[in-house]
């Protein structure tokens, strides 16, 4: 039975992990936080401390991305509401990262909590 991208999406939910935006804001110092829209998306307004890796690509680029070199630590991940995000988090625990997590409404969440986007001039 094929799935629809939403159910898919509803899929990837069920098993991951995800963070709220006032959580990750308060606890996320450390993590490794991936942007994984495109990069014209990205240049509209990004999460501070921010790198972009599409989704497209990420799981070919994050291994040997400068970001996550050195003792690993805990990858939050975010899209515009969530659902990529929430796809990216699932392939990546797959790939064996540990300590994957989506950040919870994407940058809109995060926007509607309040919460500070860097804007690039």
């Given at each position: 039975?094929?799935l ?78 969530g ?25 809109m969440?995060w ?9 690039p001039?």
């Open positions: 039975m094929a629809t991208a939403n159910q898919l999406v509803e899929h990837a939910r069920g098993r991951i992990v995800e963070i709220a935006p006032h959580a990750f804001a308060a606890e996320g110092a450390g993590a490794v936080l991936i942007d994984v829209r495109e990069p014209a998306e990205f240049a509209t307004g990004h999460l501070p401390g921010a790198v972009n890796i599409p989704r497209g690509v990420l799981e070919f680029q994050v291994g040997s991305h400068p970001a996550l070199a050195g003792p690993p630590r805990p990858i939050v991940l975010y899209c515009r509401s659902g990529r995000a929430a796809l990216a988090a699932l392939s990546l625990s797959m790939l064996g990262f540990d300590g994957v997590r989506s950040l919870t409404g994407g940058i969440g926007t509607e909590a309040d919460l500070p986007v860097v804007v001039e």
